[in-house]
């Protein structure tokens, strides 16, 4: 199946500071990609809706100063959490649109702690 | 907002026996994905459904989608430890759209 890959898997930061996630699709085109977070023993939550080449659509309480992504390729979107905070903890993770396929694929997702 | 409620929330069986997990909301999907995810992990796809009253079957785990495409549920028999996990179904408003995630339902099959 498609693969979809994610960086860094796991990153720690201090409060105040932001942090880039990078979400690839490693072997095929993805137009839109997805951002989800998760917090623990919770369900998946979507964020936003990468869109390559135009601004991304959030979803209802979402920050969009505070997430900001960026999809400046058909296999690149990159979120970053900007003055991150503890409640900002949390496993990001991104789903990328195989339009050939109709299918979304997840990446491995990224854990976020914000000491 | 679609929501989709997801039963049960949490369930422990023996080896051996079989269990439904149920996915039910009040709105239409025009599809409807059942993934599985390990801690630490992302969710990895067992299935889509799409037609009203598909059924398909992977193994011991059989997915079906309901007549009116609000519900699905996810059967799987002669349940094995190696079925532990959270199994969440997801819900697509369109093709190009984000997904909607159930809950979840934790499942523990003991030996």
């Known amino acids: 199946g498609a693969v979809v890959s994610q960086h860094p898997s796991w990153v720690i930061c201090k409060s105040g500071t932001s942090v880039k996630i990078e979400c690839r699709s490693l072997?095929?085109?993805?137009?839109?990609m997805f951002w989800y977070r998760q917090f623990p023993k919770q369900s998946l939550m979507l964020m936003a809706t990468?869109?390559?080449?135009?601004?991304?659509?959030?979803e209802q309480g979402v920050e969009k100063d505070k997430f900001l992504i960026n999809h400046a390729s058909l296999t690149l979107s990159t979120l970053t959490v900007t003055s991150a905070h503890p409640e900002d903890s949390s496993f990001y993770i991104c789903?990328?649109?195989?339009?050939?396929?109709?299918?979304?694929?997840f990446g491995p997702g990224t854990r976020l702690t914000v000491l | 907002t679609q929501l989709l409620e997801q039963s049960p929330q949490f369930l422990s069986i023996q080896e051996g026996e079989n269990l439904t997990v149920y996915c039910n909301s009040s709105?239409?999907?025009?599809?409807l994905q059942w993934y599985r995810q390990e801690p630490g992990e992302g969710p990895v796809l067992l299935v889509t459904v799409v037609t009203g009253g598909e059924v398909k079957k992977l193994k011991r785990l059989t997915f079906q989608f309901g007549d009116a495409r609000k519900d699905s549920s996810l059967h799987i028999t002669a349940a094995q430890p190696g079925d532990t996990g959270l199994y969440l179904c997801a819900g697509a408003r369109g093709g190009a759209d984000g997904l909607t995630f159930g809950k979840g339902t934790h499942l523990i099959i003991q030996p």
């Open positions: 072997d095929f085109q993805a137009t839109t």
């Open positions: 709105s239409v999907f025009s599809s």
């Open positions: 990468s869109n390559e080449g135009s601004k991304a659509t959030y």
């Open positions: 789903s990328a649109r195989d339009r050939m396929a109709d299918t979304q694929y």
